[in-house]
């Protein structure tokens, strides 16, 4: 069952597309079919509105639409002192780069299994 928070992002969802497309969201369907879910957001993204766009991605993420984000390719650092890194320095630049790749703020990937409305009920418990 869904809380107060969630209908609220829902139903100001539902009116914003409404407000600028003319389009009147079925939200059952926008919970349950995720090809219906990618026409309206795509629909909503395609607006010329901060909020709709910033509340269609919010909602993206709750459904887990968002989790098939690309890791950036990690490329070696230049050695820029002339001489070639030591086999201890090596292994302290992997160190400081996975230290830093944990730092970042990326998205943990979710549990793909259970259907998209399953994680979205579940993420916003």
């Given at each position: 069952?869904?809380?107060r928070?969630?209908?609220?992002?829902l139903?100001?969802f539902?009116?914003l597309v409404?407000?600028?497309t003319?389009v009147s969201?079925?939200?059952?369907?926008?919970?349950?079919?995720p090809?219906?879910?990618?026409?309206?957001?795509d629909?909503?993204?395609?607006?010329?509105?901060?909020?709709?766009l910033?509340?269609?991605?919010?909602?993206?993420?709750?459904?887990?639409l968002?989790?098939?984000?690309a890791?950036?390719?990690?490329?070696?650092?230049?050695?820029t002192?002339?001489?070639?890194?030591s086999t201890?320095?090596?292994?302290?630049?992997?160190?400081?780069?996975d230290?830093e790749e944990?730092?970042?703020?990326?998205?943990?990937?979710r549990?793909?299994?259970?259907?998209?409305?399953?994680r979205?009920?579940?993420?916003l418990?």
């Amino acid at each position: 069952m869904l809380n107060r928070e969630q209908l609220q992002e829902l139903a100001h969802f539902k009116l914003l597309v409404r407000k600028y497309t003319g389009v009147s969201i079925r939200i059952d369907a926008l919970i349950h079919q995720p090809e219906y879910q990618q026409q309206m957001f795509d629909l909503a993204e395609e607006q010329e509105d901060e909020e709709l766009l910033l509340l269609s991605l919010m909602l993206r993420d709750r459904l887990g639409l968002l989790d098939e984000l690309a890791e950036p390719e990690r490329l070696p650092l230049p050695n820029t002192s002339g001489s070639a890194l030591s086999t201890d320095s090596a292994s302290d630049f992997s160190s400081q780069a996975d230290q830093e790749e944990s730092r970042r703020l990326i998205p943990r990937s979710r549990s793909t299994s259970k259907p998209p409305e399953e994680r979205y009920i579940m993420s916003l418990r």
